[in-house]
Nanobody, 123 residues
Framework: QVQLVESGGGLVQAGGSLRLSCAAS????????MGWFRQALGKEREFVAA????????YYPDSVKGRFTISRDNAKNMVYLQMNSLKRGDTAVYYC????????????????WGQGTQVTVSS
């Protein structure tokens, strides 16, 4: 069982930056691949970033590649999402997720979800 708690969301101007954090419970955190998803109002949940259990591999969709960076600190049970050059279209609730299989994240089927943190990008 993994419990995930996101933080760091807020209001930011377009072109600005924001760093999201996800605190994970459990002694097996380092076994899990971790990811971030987002869901804008009235839209389906969208995959944003994934990182494998060791932190050596990452994966992003084209919509955020070059602007977002996922990282993790296994010693602290933490995952981060650094978001730069934010656009109004990045406005959404951002969710942290965990899966024992890296591929399940990009497939949109992780095993555990956090409660989400709101990110609002203003013009």
């Amino acid at each position: 069982q993994v419990q995930l708690v996101e933080s760091g969301g807020g209001l930011v101007q377009a072109g600005g930056s924001l760093r999201l954090s996800c605190a994970a419970s459990g002694r097996t955190f380092s076994r899990y691949a971790m990811g971030w998803f987002r869901q804008a109002l009235g839209k389906e949940r969208e995959f944003v970033a994934a990182i494998n259990s060791s932190g050596g591999s990452t994966y992003y969709p084209d919509s955020v590649k070059g602007r977002f960076t996922i990282s993790r600190d296994n010693a602290k049970n933490m995952v981060y999402l650094q978001m730069n050059s934010l656009k109004r279209g990045d406005t959404a609730v951002y969710y942290c997720a965990a899966s024992l299989l890296f591929s399940r994240l990009s497939e949109g089927a992780p095993s555990y979800w956090g409660q989400g943190t709101q990110v609002t990008v203003s013009s």
